[in-house]
């Protein structure tokens, strides 16, 4: 065969083998960035946010929560209208009203430490309190069981503060490291003319921020570098380096000259819930002077026989301090009816709000079925120093009669406001000596 034909054969060869392995692919298109900032930069973008000192604004509000994480199922809320102001650093006042009728669905507030949750339907009014720095996982997960709380929906799980960095920035300080890296993502193309479901890639950078003396994320800001430099997303992690918040922004407002999201999404992943808000541009305004009273949730005086009051530092107290009901580590008898001594010491002057609480509450131990028929006796004395004290005898009418009651609102309505009541509790298991 002569060279000329081998080469025509390998040529073919070559055609036919690349025809067999590539083919046309569409494939997403990259939409360049425009704009490289440095690190510099991205600092001082974040830290412009700090020339917003207050807002107020007129809110559109959709809650989401997360009822069965592992299957995937969720509730969509009804939207809601509402009333939201923030101060720096950290104040915030949100009233959320039901739509149309304008009517109060819930107070909430935080002055940076403390929070306050004032539920309004009468059917689950309740004024919930508690400290921002705090975890109240058990007590959460009470509340969350509470036959009347539960109904109240998400409210239950919001706290302010939640709210509050997602709206009022937090800046770079001096004490932080910051690092740019770059993430590409592929997302819905939002140019004139897209069709629906026409995708693009997109570069951001991530200005991640660290402590000088710790070794976990603090911040991330994630920067839109398409057109105008633009925050689109925030992440805020928490001392074990868990994702507290993640927030999306979209649609910026102008005012004054600044720049504020008119649709901001806040994400809870540890607590199951989203809340998406949505700015209304004619309630818009910044820079005005709020005073310290914006901040704080007054229950109309007339509530007072139907409202609620759950402080959760003191339920924690007291869910601390009634572990020792369970026997002081000791193992209780499944069956057999537990005696218990229990020595409380007042504080000064609460001397007949406790009586008059401690009167109810073997009664409604009892009416759940907690304790045996025995009644309880209580007796009343004072110590040398002069601090009262009440000791209490009862009966539990079994091993597990403790485990039970801390899941029962009618027992957590008397034994949570004991620990406002008290400077110490003692819980003593008693035993039958034989002569």
């Not at 083998?17 to 440095?38: K, Q």
């Amino acid at each position: 065969m002569s060279e000329r034909w081998v080469a025509v054969i390998g040529i073919a060869l070559v055609a036919a083998f690349t025809s067999c392995i590539s083919r046309g692919v569409d494939v997403v298109p990259f939409l360049p960035p425009t704009v490289d900032p440095t690190v510099d930069d991205l600092v001082a973008e974040v830290n412009r946010f700090e020339e917003i000192r207050s807002l107020v604004l007129r809110v559109d509000l959709q809650f989401e929560t997360i009822e069965e994480a592992e299957q995937g199922r969720g509730k969509k809320y009804r939207a809601a209208q509402g009333r939201l102001l923030l101060r720096r650093p950290s104040s915030i006042r949100l009233n959320i009203e039901a739509p149309i009728l304008s009517a109060n669905i819930a107070e909430m507030a935080s002055d940076g430490e403390h929070f306050q949750l004032l539920i309004h339907p009468v059917e689950h009014r309740a004024l919930i309190v508690g400290s921002n720095g705090v975890r109240y996982e058990e007590e959460e997960a009470r509340i969350a069981q509470d036959p009347e709380l539960s109904r109240a929906g998400p409210l239950v799980n919001i706290r302010p503060q939640h709210i509050t960095d997602a709206f009022l920035i937090p800046p770079v300080s001096v004490y932080d490291i910051p690092i740019r890296s770059e993430q590409f993502l592929i997302e819905p193309d939002t140019r004139p003319g897209a069709e629906v479901g026409d995708r693009v890639k997109k570069s951001y950078y991530i200005l991640t921020t660290i402590r000088r003396d710790e070794s976990r994320p603090r911040v991330q800001y994630w920067f839109d570098r398409v057109g105008t430099l633009t925050l689109r997303r925030l992440q805020i992690f928490d001392e074990a380096g868990r994702l507290e918040s993640d927030v999306r922004y979209q649609d910026y407002l102008f005012d004054g000259g600044r720049r504020l999201p008119s649709q901001v999404r806040v994400e809870r992943p540890h607590d199951d819930y989203t809340l998406v808000v949505n700015v209304r541009p004619d309630g818009l305004q910044t820079n005005r002077e709020l005073p310290d009273t914006a901040f704080v949730v007054t229950p109309p005086a007339e509530w007072a026989g139907s409202l609620r009051r759950i402080d959760l530092d003191d339920r924690a107290k007291a869910g601390t301090e009634s572990e020792a009901i369970l026997g002081g580590g000791r193992q209780m008898s499944d069956t057999q009816p537990i005696g218990m001594c229990c020595i409380y010491q007042i504080k000064t002057g609460r001397d007949e709000d406790f009586r008059a609480l401690l009167e109810k509450h073997w009664p409604a131990l009892n009416r759940v079925g907690l304790v045996s028929p025995k009644p309880a006796r209580f007796y009343r004395g004072s110590n040398k120093a002069g601090a009262t004290f009440f000791v209490e005898m009862f009966e539990w009418r079994d091993g597990n009669s403790s485990d039970v009651a801390h899941q029962s609102p009618e027992v957590m309505s008397v034994w949570e406001p004991m620990g406002a009541l008290t400077d110490h509790m003692e819980f003593i298991q008693l035993d039958g000596v034989e002569g």
